[in-house]
């Protein structure tokens, strides 16, 4: 930071942590390196809502839109649901929370009611990416296995993009965070019979980030201590928060950088041991594999550990099946999760066993890490170990690849002119206009 930041920033200690938490994230600066960064994480956002369209979630969700596109609220809503069906949006480790499909929406439903420059659009996503993923870093862990941080940290992040267009006042800001905070929930139950849910997750916290904000610039007011008061999100619903997290480390990188990229079209979760079974794919022949042992940590196994999925979606929440598909065929795509793709691994998922290792369980959230041991017929066994995986701030997609990703989203959601919207979202960041977003 520069000195006046530090020194705005330094006496945001005598304030709660929402209103340090807004004073660290106006006094921080932005450079063009940011910019650019978010307007390739944007971008990838973008074509995840517009592919969203083409699913069963999604055309309910563009059904429930109808005679409800004149409110601002509304649109986020449905424009955050279709950004988190597709199991290919961003993913932050640290705060296991998925920053674009909570604040993206908030930006583009703002935009098209009032006139934003491009600069401003960005910019707003990147606040909101900043709050929700200090607060999400601030939960603990005991929070994720009852909580869908995504749900309950992404209301943050929605008000914090929605505060910064509607250009509310610190005081004004802080009474959108307060009313967001409270408004916070989602949770897991959903998985045990695969309903849709979790779009939803992200919907509401997208939409309750935009009418906490539109509420707070009519002087509508809301708890200054939301986060560390006496009955508020860390006492209600963190069993071992670490408060401090929220204001930690304040020159670090703004953490849209160290924000994840998915490649496979899964849970997260899945992802260490998919890269590590692509890798072995290559190396044996299914035939001969006997059996295969699966070690995670500790949260992908109460989130993943799912040998028997019955749906697409729980295919994309199985263990079992991410790693039996990968080895099976070499990829994996959005076809590796249809019944057809289903059956075809029927046979290798139920000799799969999957557990937590001490050491990826202690190193998470900070690092997602898992390994693949395949044991042949022979006797013989190849293992493949993964710390982080593809798509991640250590092994990052580049620019072209990114780029490259959100074409085949595009082409997925049959956008007919992908190149105005990859041009002119990334042009954003050089001083181009909002593109026209409207779904």
Not at 4 to 9: M, S
Not at 87 to 93: A, G, N, P
Not at 306 to 331: M, W
Request: aromatic share 6%.
């Amino acid at each position: 930071m520069n000195t006046e930041a530090n020194k705005l920033f330094e006496s945001s200690f005598d304030l709660t942590l929402t209103e340090g938490l807004i004073a660290l994230i106006r006094n921080k600066p932005v450079a063009q390196d940011d910019m650019d960064i978010m307007a390739l994480f944007t971008l990838d956002g973008i074509a995840n809502m517009l592919a969203g369209r083409r699913s069963s979630p999604g055309e309910k969700l563009m059904a429930y839109l109808q005679g409800r596109e004149g409110d601002a609220g509304r649109r986020a809503l449905v424009m955050g649901g279709l950004t988190h069906i597709l199991e290919v949006d961003d993913l932050h480790k640290a705060s296991v929370v998925h920053p674009a499909c909570v604040t993206i929406p908030a930006a583009i439903a703002l935009s098209q009611d009032q006139p934003t420059s491009g600069a401003d659009f960005l910019k707003a996503i990147l606040f909101g990416f900043e709050a929700c993923t200090r607060v999400g870093m601030a939960v603990g862990k005991e929070h994720y296995k009852v909580w869908h941080n995504t749900a309950t940290c992404g209301t943050f992040g929605g008000a914090m993009t929605a505060a910064t267009l509607l250009s509310l006042s610190d005081k004004e800001c802080m009474y959108a965070l307060g009313n967001a905070g409270t408004q916070s929930a989602g949770l897991w139950e959903f998985l045990n019979t695969g309903a849709m849910s979790k779009h939803l997750h992200a919907g509401r916290a997208a939409e309750a980030g935009i009418v906490s904000a539109q509420l707070a610039k009519l002087g509508f007011t809301g708890p200054p201590s939301i986060l560390e008061g006496p009955q508020g999100f860390f006492a209600g619903a963190c069993p071992d928060p670490d408060p401090d997290a929220v204001l930690r480390d304040p020159d670090a990188p703004w953490q849209v950088h160290l924000t994840s990229i998915k490649p496979w079209p899964s849970c997260r979760h899945t992802h260490p041991v998919i890269d590590a079974a692509l890798e072995l794919s290559g190396k044996i022949k299914v035939k001969d594999i006997d059996y295969v042992d699966v070690i995670g940590y500790q949260a992908a196994i109460d989130v993943c550990d799912r040998p028997n999925p019955e749906t697409e979606y729980e295919a994309k929440f199985s263990l079992q099946h991410c790693v039996a598909i990968s080895l099976l065929d070499g990829e994996n795509v959005f076809a590796s999760y249809n019944s057809s793709a289903r059956d075809r691994a029927d046979g290798l998922r139920s000799r799969i066993t999957v557990s937590a290792g001490e050491g990826y369980s202690a190193a998470y959230p900070e690092n997602w890490g898992g390994e693949v041991t395949v044991h042949l017929r022979d006797g013989g066994e190849i293992t493949a170990t993964r710390n982080a995986c593809k798509g991640d701030p250590e092994l990052p997609l580049d620019r072209e690849q990114m780029i490259l990703k959100a074409r085949e989203l595009l082409a997925f959601a049959s956008v007919n002119d992908a190149n105005a919207v990859v041009d002119g979202v990334l042009d954003m960041a050089h001083g181009g206009d909002v593109p026209d977003l409207k779904l």
